[in-house]
């Protein structure tokens, strides 16, 4: 059992103080991913027969704003490679990529970005060997905060002092919770039949009936914690402020469905008087005296002819004017894409109509986030290309300082543009290389087979001059 979650310090008091931080996150990791997936649902106070058209009214008023803002984020930021302090790889050091891609982090980079934007945070575990070799094939594990949760240094935001990762064991039918410290790990269990942390949202409490399975595990390739947090500005998700303007889209969205489907068959009334019975003299001998349905007479019908006696009139309700409606929902749109800074035409696909210079200064704002998220993203990337060549005994590329992330180019040209920039910097004298990576965005296996290509057509022009 654990005997000293009350001493300050102690691996005990760590474990249950990260368990316990998670468990108190898990109802905002659930509205957030309520709106990242649209799962908002009925507002409460609404319950039986009306829930239930509520609902159906919701579902179809949903409009996703939430993914449009973080989809739009991560759909930008594609690392291509990375350069550490290796001798001769200004277009990319292959050792890097090869990390890199023995995780498939080319798809599971953009889960883990998707991640940091709707959560804040996102983390991965760097795994590698008991002892530094070149033979090592270190990995890269993404998690989140459902599972996962760190103690970042005060004094360096960007290292983790303490780390957590809860799991289930089913075959020992066990909650387990691993602990990762700066140059060792240690795991605890708990017997139980199912699984107790919970992914409904619903807060956890670790509890007590914890015991260690192991004494402190050396990691053997490292002295720093194998976790590394990715985090956005604040720990904030990217919506995640503006909760209440994504409510009152879906809300003015609701509101107009609810009229249209309510006066969708405009309401009649029978001003006046009108008989009880047929009269005496009503053409129809065998309805004269009889009581009058007229719920059959008016009954509706495209030729259908109602005959009115007396001074009785027929009172026929107005539809509302959603057109102020409508002018709001845009409103609150083009509000919600300032403030996260997400182009106004993703959420109001008619606004790609105004001017060029609008445009450009809300590209211009885009950009600047995109970048400084990349900027956030690449030192993280970095201190985890640093672990893995700690495990990979390369004290050279190790150097975190050093380590830089390729980015693909924020602003996606035309090809007609981009030909156009790279004529003008090769006239300005910048190298081909230059030229290819930050103009053409070419990745660094790009670049390298664009050298192989050029030299063979240099190669074959120059062939058949020499023959002559």
Known sequence: MLTETSVTGSDDWRLMRLATKLGKGLPRMALLRSFSDGSRFVPAGVS???????????????????????????????????RTAAPGDDTGDALALTNWNRSHMAVRSKELLRDVADYGRAFVLTTGPSQPSAAASPMFLPSNGWTTATEQYATA???????????YDAINKADIITLFRPGYMRTAYRPTPVPTLPNDGTPWMPGSGWSWATDPVPLGFTADNPMVEH???????????????????????????????MQAFRQRAIEGTLPSHYPADYPDLTLRGQRIDYNEVFAGGPAALWLLGGDAKIWESNPTDITQLLTAAKDDKRDLASV???????LMPDATNGSA???????????????????????SFAIEQSLAFQGLGDSVRADAAQVETIWAPVNLESVNQRATAAQAAKQSGVSQAYINRSVWGMTPSEIAQELTDRLQEQFETAEPATAA
């Open 157 to 167: 935001p960007w290292a983790t002092e303490d780390a957590i990762v809860v799991g």
């Open 231 to 261: 985090a956005a500005p604040g720990g904030f998700g990217e919506f995640e402020k503006h909760l209440d303007s994504i409510d009152r889209i879906n809300s003015v969205t609701r509101d107009r469905l609810t009229i249209i489907a």
């Open 340 to 346: 996260t800074s997400t182009p106004i035409y993703l």
């Open 357 to 379: 210079e609008g445009a450009a200064l809300a590209r211009e704002s885009f950009s600047f986030k995109v970048k400084d998220r990349n900027t956030r993203a690449g030192d």
């Open 48 to 82: 039986g027969v009306n829930a239930q058209a509520m609902l159906t009214i919701v579902k179809q008023a949903r409009l996703n704003t939430a993914e449009l803002i973080s989809g739009s984020l991560v759909d930008r930021q594609t690392a291509l490679g990375f």
